[in-house]
């Protein structure tokens, strides 16, 4: 297991930017696959961005083009890049790590997005 720490949250009006960061408890290289994961009031839990320690990368496709997803293994810490912010983006965004078949979790950063 890590543990995941998730910070840079918070509230952005409508086309704005923010940067999540994910410091890992442990060297990222030995972590092949880490993510981002969001979840709104009232919806199930759904995948932002995946990257692997190859660099390839996995997007929704109701953030491709907005959000960049990088981790830099050397400072175990992992950063999700938000453009373009809308207000359907507004959730808890969960740092993602798979360790384990069912994987580690961070305790989660409140994104808003005011209109």
């Known amino acids: 297991q890590v543990q995941l720490v998730e910070s840079g949250g918070g509230l952005v009006q409508a086309g704005g930017s923010l940067r999540l960061s994910c410091a890992a408890s442990?060297?990222?290289?030995?972590?092949?696959?880490m993510g981002w994961y969001r979840q709104a009031p009232g919806k199930q839990r759904e995948l932002v961005a995946t990257?692997?320690?190859?660099?390839?990368?996995n997007y929704a496709d109701s953030v491709k083009g907005r959000f960049t997803i990088s981790r830099d293994n050397a400072k175990n810490t992992m950063y999700l890049q938000m453009d373009s912010l809308k207000p359907e983006d507004t959730a808890v965004y969960y740092c993602?790590?798979?360790?384990?078949?069912?994987?580690?979790w961070g305790q989660g950063t409140q994104v808003t997005v005011s209109s």
């Open positions: 442990r060297r990222m290289f030995t972590i092949n696959v």
């Open positions: 990257m692997t320690t190859g660099r390839s990368t």
């Open positions: 993602y790590a798979r360790t384990s078949p069912s994987g580690s």
